[in-house]
């Protein structure tokens, strides 16, 4: 028996339209376990505007709250398959993830995902460091990023009416540990940036790729 590898979007059934694009490696468990982690909070601080849409979408429709479509559905490991033997696996699904929620985004679909998608895929990145190259390209990619308009009424929008937190106060004990541990943290951080301002071989390497410079060449 194989495991069932999926694409899948959730559908907001008062519009019809995909606000969330998501991969599952379990069949359609992963995306019905989004309406039990918003339930929980346990979206709230991954994906805030996604949590609040699909509690609003439970509260007046009940059961999910929201529609489940399959985009595409890949052939899985058997069950019990070794991570090497899923690996291809999941690198496929997690490439497809991301090839979906562009494709979609491109045309015109205002999703919530925080990300470009490809990531957490059990077997794929346990473990995994990106070189220097490809952390600056993804750094250099994430620079200048703003979210459309349309995007941001529509974050504006999922969260009206928010309660969650209001009303709670800190007292003024607490705020002075917090404060107290937020110095320290500065503290600390501050020291270790003063012992690696030397320019090294790898730093100078991330500069010129972040700027567009060809390796090695030097002004």
Sequence with gaps: ???KYLIY???DPDSGRAFYVGKST???Y???RHVIASALRQDDRMNPPKAVLIRALQARHGGLGYEIQVLAELPGPARGASAPERLPHASA???LERVMIRAMRTAGAEL????DGGENVVGTFSG???SVKIRAQISASKIGFRHSPESLRRMSKVKAGNQYGKGHKVSPEARQKISAAMKEMWKRR???VSVTTEATPEKQQTSAIASGSPLGERS
């Design 1 to 3: 028996m194989v495991s």
């Design 9 to 11: 979007a959730l559908i």
């Design 26 to 28: 379990e069949g359609d």
């Design 30 to 32: 992963r995306a019905r």
């Design 93 to 95: 699904l997690g490439l």
């Design 112 to 115: 919530l995902n925080r990300t």
């Design 128 to 130: 995994k460091r990106h």
């Design 190 to 192: 501050l020291s270790v």
